[in-house]
Structure formats: structure tokens, C-alpha cells
């Protein structure tokens, strides 16, 4: 039977009717991912309730309209393709670590700077490739959900500070929580398995209502409509600060090469374009600017949507521009940044536990593409073991000057990255390696 066009090309527009819906689908995917950074770094920053959310806001505002930049390009900028933007986790170690020194502030600044240093990366895509293999990039991605953990466990028990910290009520809430998305993750299929942190957020939220954790007083007293205000807190550049942010954006762009061809390949059967790689990856960087201008972290390509063209085969980026268009609207409501404003910290814990652990997974997934052995495996273990190891310790490197601080520790995911750059490049190839690659190519 052939398919109809209308949904399965990517020029395709099927009526509203069936637009709408499918294009929520990719919104519930990415909405808790989306607004979830927003919210710990809030917390860390001990902003009231009422800019945690504007910023959550201004991150489901900033998410639509950068998903629409990769769908409709703007000359050279965007894939054209059913991309789905949304802010990053894997900048949230990093941004923790200079907000300690500089705020937010300094985050936005070194967000802002980074985001055209990405832009750089998608012109000249081609011959950058080759120095990030999926052992580096994986590795990186591996330190960042393990430097995560400590902050997720620490939400589980009703986050730093709090009063009732470590309380049975608190761990009971993420408990469920996190016993919920298992369960609709596992055990459903289709749009259920792929929203079950969010049906797992529902359940929890729902749950500590009548546990008394929860005061919707910032609800009523937010207002019904307001524009998210640009620059609202303003932005300051420092080089420790920009330098700490460049590594994660060449991750990044690395991640977002790899989610475009997912989509091309899962939804179009075919090998991505170098026109689509180098303009999706600029549309990445570019996004991370608009981000920043509108308070928001750095912004990604999102690896879960692809999950859902690559199982549904839907490439009609009016779909996609459905749901972008509805991020676009939430992000006027500052009600709708309320309610998720005031969610529990042990209820975004249970889900953060999972949400961390597989970001480490898919690092995992990553390293293991190749065997993992003789120089790679020098690679992760080096790599892996320096980094983790000072983000773990960071005394270790008290008597270096702040700005090296700042660069070096922190979470040790730069430290990391670097690392496993470095060594990658001059490292030989294992001569087990090459005689097999000889082998196939002479059979």
C-alpha cells in the first residue's frame, strides 16, 4: 500500500485534524527534557519561584521557535528537516560550575558567545569530523550523566537545603515517580513509552498534592499573558567561562550530527547530506544564541524525537511545526511556567535519576561501537578516570589560578573531553585493528 504523502514526505501537509495531534506527540516527548535544566539550575541559583518561571517559559518559547529555524531554514541555517529543538542537560555540570562564580549571568554570556563558535563548527563540518569518533564523543557523554547523578540523588531526597531533606515523604514521592516511568516505559508502547518521564512527573505531581508539598500561590499570582523579556538577566562574558562552554558545544554539534542522520536514515531510509549536517548543526548553534538572548541554556537537537520519526516514519515538518507552534503559545502563558514552577524537588528527582543514568547509557551505547580495546579503551580509561576523578576531588587542583579552575574542575567533563580529544589524535591505531580492517577489504 503507498504511503500517504501528506504525513511521510517531509514537503508533505496533512489537515489540522491530524497535524495537531501528531505534533503534540513530539512536544509530550521533549517537554519534561525541555524545562527539567531550567528548574535545577534555578534551584541552584536559589531563584524565586516566580523567575523559576519565567525561565521555564522562556525555554518552551525558545523551543518552538528554534525547532521552526530547522524546519524552514534561513539561507544555509537548518537542516530542513523534522528536527525538534529543546534545551541541553549535557551543558547543565558545566553551567552549575560557572554559575558558582559568575551567576547567571555569566552562563548566558558564555551561552551566547558559544552558540556562534558552533555555527563555526557546522561550516566546516566536513573535515572536523574525523577528531570526534563515537569513542570520544561517547566518553564525554558517559562523564556527563555520571557528574548528573550526585545532583539527581540529591532532588530524590528533596533536594539540598531543604529542611525535610532525606524524609520518608520525600523518598516515597520519587519512589513513585520513578516506579511509574518504569512501568509506562517497559510495559506500553507507542506515545506512552515515550512520555513516560512525563506521565511519570503527572502521577507525582498529582500524588503531592494531597502530601501538602505543594502551594499554588505563585499559580494565582502569576499573570495570564506576558512575552518572555529578552536580556532579562543580562549578560557577562568571561574567557574561563566561554572556554568551559566550547568543549560542550563540540559535543554537542557531534550529537546533533548524529541525530540528523537518525531521522534521514530511520525516516527516509538514507544517508543525511552534507548540506543537511552543516545546516543543522548551525541552526544548533544559532538556537543556543536565540537562547540566550531569552535566558535560556544552550539548545540541542533532541535525540528522543527522532526516536519518534524513526518509529513512525513521519517526516512532514508541518507535523513538527504543530508542535513547535504550540511551545511557541505555552510560552506566552507565565501560568503554565507556574505549575511547573512549583513541582517537587523529589518528584523532578525520581525522574532525574533516570534521565541521568541514560544520558551515561547512551554514552555507553556510543563507546561500544567499536571494540573496546587497545587504544580506545587507553582512551576511556584515561579520560574518564582523570576527569571524573578531579570533578570528584576537586581540592586536587586548588593551588591552579581561578581561571584554570574553573575550566579544569567543576564536574571534570572538560577535563574530560579534552583528554579524550587529545589522546585519540596521538595515540596509534591498534596494528590488530588495521590487519582485520586489511582482511575485509582484501575479501
Known amino acids: 500500500m503507498k504511503k500517504d504523502a501528506q504525513i511521510y514526505d517531509i514537503d508533505g501537509i496533512p489537515p489540522l ?5 501528531l ?6 516527548a521533549m517537554f519534561t527534557g525541555n524545562v527539567a535544566p531550567l528548574i535545577i539550575l534555578a534551584n541552584v541559583l536559589g531563584l524565586p519561584v516566580e523567575e523559576r518561571s519565567f525561565l521555564i517559559q522562556a525555554a518552551m518559547f525558545v523551543a518552538g521557535l528554534t525547532t521552526l529555524i530547522q ?9 530542513r528537516l523534522p528536527i525538534v529543538q529543546g534545551t541541553s542537560f549535557g551543558f547543565l555540570p558545566t553551567c552549575i560550575a560557572i554559575s558558582a562564580k559568575y551567576g547567571l549571568a555569566g552562563i548566558l554570556g558564555a551561552t551566547f558567545i558559544g552558540g556562534f563558535f558552533e555555527m563555526g563548527l557546522g561550516v566546516f563540518l566536513k573535515p572536523l569530523r574525523k577528531y570526534f569518533p563515537p569513542v570520544v564523543t561517547g566518553t564525554v557523554l558517559l562523564s556527563i550523566g555520571l557528574s548528573l547523578l550526585p545532583t539527581g540523588i540529591k532532588y530524590f531526597a528533596g533536594g539540598a537545603g531543604a529542611p525535610d531533606f532525606g524524609s520518608l515523604s520525600n523518598l516515597l514521592l520519587g519512589t513513585i515517580v520513578l516506579v511509574t516511568i518504569l512501568f509506562f516505559k517497559q510495559f506500553t508502547k507507542g506515545i506512552t513509552s515515550m512520555s513516560s518521564i512525563l506521565i511519570g512527573l503527572f502521577v507525582g505531581y498529582l500524588v503531592a498534592i494531597p502530601m501538602g508539598k505543594i502551594d499554588f500561590t505563585a499559580v494565582s499570582t502569576a499573570a495570564w499573558f506576558a512575552f518572555p523579556t529578552p536580556l532579562k538577566f543580562g549578560m557577562t562574558f568571561h574567557l574561563d567561562a566561554i572556554i568551559a562552554m566550547l568543549l560542550m558545544y563540540i559535543v554537542t554539534a ?5 541525530d540528523i542522520s537518525g531521522i534521514t536514515m530511520g525516516g527516509d531510509n538514507r544517508e543525511a547530506t552534507d548540506k543537511e549536517l552543516s545546516g543543522g548543526v548551525m541552526a544548533d548553534g544559532l538556537a543556543s544564541s536565540i537562547a540566550a ?16 520519526v524513526t518509529l513512525t516514519g513521519i517526516m512532514s515538518r508541518f507535523v513538527v511545526a504543530m508542535g513547535a507552534v504550540f511551545l511557541i503559545v505555552a510560552g506566552l502563558f507565565p ?29 555507553i551505547n556510543l563507546i561500544t561501537k567499536d571494540a573496546l580495546k587497545g587504544k580506545n579503551s587507553i582512551v576511556v580509561a584515561v579520560a574518564l578516570g582523570l576527569g571524573f576523578g578531579l570533578g570528584s576531588v576537586p581540592e586536587a587542583l586548588v593551588n591552579l589560578p581561578e ?15 579534552l583528554i579524550a580529544i587529545f589522546l585519540n589524535i596521538i595515540l596509534p591505531e591498534d596494528e590488530s585493528v588495521s590487519a582485520e580492517s586489511l582482511k575485509e577489504n582484501a575479501a
Open 335 to 363: 501560568k503554565i511556567g507556574a505549575v511547573v514552577a512549583i513541582m517537587p524537588s523529589s518528584v523532578l528527582g525520581g525522574a532525574g535519576i533516570v534521565m541521568f543514568s541514560m544520558i551515561a547509557i547512551s554514552g
Open 254 to 258: 557531534v550529537e546533533t550530527v548524529g
Open 403 to 417: 581561571t584554570l579552575k574553573l575550566i579544569f574542575g567543576g564536574s571534570g567533563i572538560v577535563v574530560t573531553g
Open 23 to 28: 505534533g503534540l506527540q513530539h512536544v509530550l
Open 71 to 79: 524546519l524552514y531554514p534561513i539561507g544555509p541555517i537548518g537542516a
Open 293 to 308: 538572548v531569552f535566558n535560556v541554556l544552550p539548545n540541542t537537537s533532541y535525540s528522543q524525537n527522532v526516536g519518534i
Open 17 to 21: 485534524r491530524t497535524a495537531i495531534p
